[in-house]
């Protein structure tokens, strides 16, 4: 069975990543700022608790956040709690006051940024990041917008758009409007993050680097995490130096694994396509949110290939979507904002990655999945 190329409607999509030898190079890189930051002694420490006076924060936590900012070549760094999401609410809310306004993309917001929203009390603009002239105007014509918000991965299959050049838009016109982008999934494999294109922030999960449970990373300029840092003065509030150093640790191991992930998902989409599995009426590669490949079946029967697939030893939902805890793959509903914008996928669409699987084992419960639910 030979699939039609005009099915692989959203190959454009994609987004490019890391081939396993650049994220080598990655690796080597980050290792090179911690022996910049930690003398031996330091780094074979496993770190403080509380706050140590000099810093307002644990010594260790100090360190590693300065990694981190000497490894995205920004200012400055915060490890905060809550993962992804709390890192979007701490900046967000270090940026604006309820009632502000800020710029978004025309497509359905991602399920905990909508409710960041709301939580936070702010008002959106839409306009769509696909079309560059839309933006350009959008942003000359508006004084109201304090923050110009951009989501890194698709929000839905139709985003074709470059974060570079959507940045590079909105600060030629306006370089006083702060740029925050959400990196979340694609830190450490996408070529760049946000403030590695001009942006003033970027946030991401630690959690999603195989880091520790719920800490989220803030890479930008020095003015507002100053601030969040400042507003931060709880002892317990604090990311304890034990956990800055584990996700230090963990994040060493990040680019290469997640370069072979992506490897991976390429070789389960492009075997798909060359008919290894019958019932399935088309795939393609989206970034949904992390890379991964979506499987439209002919028939109405995905919740029960799900639970089949959990049967036969894939991952049904996710932990923290490529956290340490994610190693045989999954198989499981297409995300929220992309159902919204295509209803049909609930019903006929799968959503797979292999975490830290091969091809072969991919396509093996697959098969059997499909076949026992048709």
Known sequence: MVYDTAKLKYANSVLPTLSIQEAQKLQFKLVEKMSIHFTGDQFLSMGDLGVAPRFKKPEQTDRAERVLADFFATEKAALVRGAGTGAIRIILSTLMDPGDRMFIHTAPVYTTTKDTLRILGLKTKAVDFNDLEAVSEAVKNDQECRVFYIQHARQQPTDTYDLKEVISTVKQIRPDLPVVVDDNYC????????????????????????????????????????????????????????????????????????????????????????????????????????????????????????????????????????????????????????????????????????????????????????????
Request: glycine share 10%; hydrophobic share 40%.
């Open 187 to 374: 830190a450490m494999k996408a070529y760049g993050i946000g403030v590695e294109y001009g942006a003033d922030y970027s946030t991401f999960s630690g959690f999603k680097l195989l880091g520790p449970e719920g800490m989220g990373i803030i890479v930008g300029k020095a003015g507002a995490i100053d601030l969040l840092q400042q507003r931060n003065y709880s002892g317990g509030g604090q990311v304890q130096g034990f956990e800055a150093m584990e996700l230090l640790r963990m994040m060493t191991f990040a680019p290469v694994s997640l370069a072979t992930q992506n490897e991976q998902v390429e070789a389960v989409c492009k075997r798909l396509n060359e008919g290894a599995i019958a019932g399935i009426e088309a795939a393609y590669m989206t970034n949904a949110q992390s890379k991964n490949v979506i499987v439209e079946l002919e028939d109405p029967i995905a919740q029960e290939v799900i639970k089949k697939s959990n049967e036969l030893g894939a991952a049904t939902h996710p932990v923290g979507a490529e956290s340490k805890y994610e190693i045989i793959p999954m198989i499981y509903r297409v995300s929220g904002s992309f159902i919204e914008a295509q209803p049909r996928l609930k019903d006929y669409g799968l959503r797979i990655n292999p975490m830290k699987s091969g091809a072969d084992t991919v396509l093996q419960i697959l098969d059997k999945a499909i076949q026992a639910c048709k």
